[in-house]
């Protein structure tokens, strides 16, 4: 059970994600950040509450909606918004951008562009960790359109067969890109649904709230390191802005856009700190170290150095080199 101290720390974890993605935002409208984006707002208690339940050494791969993944697994927003900016001091030295976030010291193997690529890896994953016997479990999450991807099906027929300690996160947000994929899906939850065909559970839980979140992945990550394989958990949230920059999102209908606002997940954990006597004052006071925090990251990365050209060609294999190798 997640106590006040506890959840609090959660609500600032997920103010300053959306913090950082609002300034993700507003760099681009100033064309700060070349390319284009896909922000998570709106998401990030599924990021948020699954880390929380998680280990530290536990495997986490996401799709290029990732910012809210790779800040939940340890990367500042400082280093974030300097990678979206292309700039030296970037997670990835501005080799990756926004679609690429990827924090391996922390097990945050990767942000990945092609939708369902990194369901297999993730199945790759928990097999070496089974293998090693290390108890360490993988977690892949993607969107609800990648149900309909042949790597989904494909990762938890492999999964379940091998009896993997892998966890399968669908971020059901209602749209694959601009199509609603409750009109091309043939079951009414795309990817809890489709579990029954594979032997392996599959359970529906409320996206926006952090508490909930934390608990059923708590729940299903101790069932994978039992050995009693994997899961499938559809977490059910609505992104705030379009499938991209380019997206301005008109296809939405006004009065559904109303109703998922009013279940904001900052809004749900909020409630829950009243309800569990939290202050009103606290959370506002986390709003702004978290708000001061990210500022300050503007600033630090708006300063940062372009990257050096002669490290374009750096950390392309293992050992850190490009040689060509047969």
């Known amino acids: 059970m997640t106590n006040a101290a506890q959840l609090l720390a ?3 974890q ?21 390319g284009t984006t896909h922000l998570a707002s709106g998401q990030e208690a599924i990021a948020v509450g699954a880390s929380a339940a998680l280990r530290d ?24 918004l300097a990678e979206l900016m292309s700039r030296a001091t970037g997670l990835c030295k501005a080799k990756g951008g926004s679609m ?19 369901l297999p890896m993730a199945v790759g994953a928990a097999w070496s960790a089974r293998l090693r016997g290390t108890g360490q479990i993988a977690v892949a999450f993607f969107g609800d359109g990648a149900t309909n ?5 494909e990762a938890l ?22 199509t609603p994929i409750a009109d091309v899906t043939a079951v009414a939850n795309p990817a809890a649904d489709r579990a029954p065909a594979y032997g392996i559970p599959g359970e529906i839980v409320d996206g926006n709230d952090v508490v909930l979140v934390q608990e059923a992945v708590s729940r299903l990550a101790d069932r994978a390191r039992a050995g009693d394989g ?15 920059r380019a997206d301005p999102a008109s296809y939405r209908p006004a009065e559904e856009v109303e109703r998922w606002l009013k279940h904001d997940p900052l809004d749900v ?30 600033e630090a990365a708006k300063n940062a150095p372009a990257p050096d050209p002669r490290e374009a060609l750096t950390d392309v294999w293992a050992d850190g080199g490009a040689a060509w190798r047969t």
């Not at 300053?16 to 760099?27: G, N, Q, S, V, W």
């Not at 791969?61 to 400082?78: D, M, Q, S, V």
């Not at 991807?149 to 099906?153: D, K, L, P, R, V």
């Not at 994997?230 to 991209?244: D, I, K, V, W």
């Open 149 to 153: 991807i042949g790597a989904f099906h």
């Open 269 to 298: 954990a909020r409630g829950r700190l009243a309800e569990l006597g939290v202050p009103a004052e606290a959370a506002t006071e986390a709003d702004e170290r978290a708000g001061s925090l990210v500022q300050q990251a503007v």
């Open 230 to 244: 994997p899961s499938l958990l559809e977490a059910q949230t609505y992104r705030h802005f379009g499938h991209s």
């Open 10 to 12: 959660l609500y600032e």
């Open 100 to 118: 690429h976030l990827t924090k391996a010291s922390s097990n945050m193997l990767g942000s990945y562009a092609i939708v369902g690529a990194h």
């Open 57 to 80: 050494d536990d495997y986490v791969f996401a799709t290029y909606r990732g910012h809210h993944h790779a800040l939940a697994r340890g990367a500042t927003p400082e280093e974030c």
């Open 14 to 34: 997920m103010a300053m994600i959306r913090r950082t993605e609002k300034a993700a935002h507003d760099l681009f409208m100033s064309g700060l950040v070349k």
């Open 157 to 178: 027929n492999l999964a379940a067969v091998w009896k993997l300690p892998v966890l399968f996160v669908c971020e059901n947000n209602l749209y694959m890109e601009y």
